[in-house]
Nanobody
Framework: QVQLVESGGGLVQAGDSLRLSCAAS????????MCWFRQSPGKEREFVAA????????TYADSVRGRFTISRGNAKNTMTLQMISLKPEDTAVYYCAADWGLVVHTTASAYESWGQGTQVTVSS
């Protein structure tokens, strides 16, 4: 069973940077798709970015492309989301998710494993 734990959220000002981390355990191979979603109050969970754990090109939502970067972390079985030029509309709870397989899905229902989320608040 895959377990995911996010960290790194916080309160920042518009234009600042922040890096989120996701520590994964229970991965049985590299054949996973790892991703970040976010959810604001009253809104559906929104796809942010995804990558195949084995490597390759990442996929980004239009709203974050060019500002966010998803990558594997330096520590074993960690994934990071580097966020720059943050905007107030980036305010949300950010979730790490995993799905066995190499197809990148952008809908939350496709992912079986989720972390507990980490709050990111961007003030104007």
């Amino acid at each position: 069973q895959v377990q995911l734990v996010e960290s790194g959220g916080g309160l920042v000002q518009a234009g600042d940077s922040l890096r989120l981390s996701c520590a994964a355990s229970g991965l049985t191979s590299s054949l996973y798709t790892m991703c970040w979603f976010r959810q604001s109050p009253g809104k559906e969970r929104e796809f942010v970015a995804a990558m195949n754990w084995s490597g390759g090109e990442a996929t980004y939502a239009d709203s974050v492309r060019g500002r966010f970067t998803i990558s594997r972390g330096n520590a074993k079985n960690t994934m990071t989301l580097q966020m720059i030029s943050l905007k107030p509309e980036d305010t949300a709870v950010y979730y790490c998710a995993a799905d066995w397989g190499l197809v990148v899905h952008t809908t939350a229902s496709a992912y079986e494993s989720w972390g507990q989320g980490t709050q990111v608040t961007v003030s104007s």
